[in-house]
Nanobody
Framework: QVQLVESGGGSVQAGGSLRLSCAASGYISSNYCMGWFRQAPGKERGRVATIYTGGGSTYYADSVKGRFTISQDNAKKTLYLQMNNLKAEDTAMYYC????????????????WGQGTQVTVSS
């Protein structure tokens, strides 16, 4: 069983930055997918960024490329999402997710989820 706890959300003006953290507990093997999803009101939960612990390969949604960076601290079992140059359209609930697989695209295929942290960007 894996537990995920997010932190770091908040309110920021457009152009600002936030760093989200996801503390993981439980057994996470060296071949896990860890990632961030987001869901705005009335929209589906979509993949923002993922990282495969087996080799470090990353994925970013087109809308966040060049602005967001996903990283992990294996010793601390913590996942991060550095978000720079935030835009109003980044406003959403952000969720940390994990799955013992190779980073599926859809949220439905992820096994473990955090409770979410709200990010609000004002223009």
């Amino acid at each position: 069983q894996v537990q995920l706890v997010e932190s770091g959300g908040g309110s920021v003006q457009a152009g600002g930055s936030l760093r989200l953290s996801c503390a993981a507990s439980g057994y996470i093997s060296s071949n896990y997918c860890m990632g961030w999803f987001r869901q705005a009101p009335g929209k589906e939960r979509g993949r923002v960024a993922t990282i495969y612990t087996g080799g470090g390969s990353t994925y970013y949604a087109d809308s966040v490329k060049g602005r967001f960076t996903i990283s992990q601290d294996n010793a601390k079992k913590t996942l991060y999402l550095q978000m720079n140059n935030l835009k109003a359209e980044d406003t959403a609930m952000y969720y940390c997710a994990a799955d013992p697989g190779r980073c599926p695209m859809l949220a439905a295929f992820y096994t473990y989820w955090g409770q979410g942290t709200q990010v609000t960007v004002s223009s």
